[in-house]
């Protein structure tokens, strides 16, 4: 099956991808990790790439596409694939459509303020790397560290107006890709808001697992 995983950022996509990855028994294809490698290994592709990011700008589509192309070509993913990460928006889908059959888009459904008590909650330790959540997994005491005693921080991207402008971005420009989905009749929809074990069992569900 060739999936792809939509979702708000901070909906739990990645915990979700993980748990199909050895579910399914396919890879999950992520453009981040194939650009990063591109550019390592100097392909062409990614010599291309590279000028783009040296230069302050984004990585055209047809670039990012001409990598996946190559990397959904592999061995590994000839029995399907998660995309993680990518389309992010109705161009990059449409030019997906050109290299790839998709079979299923599944949206992870959790509410913006759902999504913001998650994030704005968490807490790290920078010195020993603890992850705490004020309502969810809680220090013993505020602000402090239970393993080294270190002061807790939140990090930049947890932060509230920084989460509010992700939110925003998402439903902008990837929201609309459950419509463009919706209408190949390749969408289904499950809930995120029931905890990790009730999600992946309407994944599990949706997707006839
Ligand atoms: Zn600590």
Redesign the pocket.
Known sequence: MKLILLGAPGAGKGTLAAYLIDKMGVPSVSTGNILREAIKNKTALGLSAKQYMDAGQLVPDEVVIGMLRERIAQDDCKGGFILDGFPRTIPQAEALDTIAEIDCALSLEVPDEVIEARMTGRRV??????TYHIVANPPKADGV??????G?HTRSDDKPDVVADRLATYHAQTEPLKGYYGAQGKLKSIDGTQGIEKTQGFAAAALGL
Do not use: R, S, T, V
């Not at 560290?145 to 270190?150: M, N």
């Open positions: 330790c920078l010195k020993c790397g603890a560290c239970d393993k080294c005693g270190d807790l």
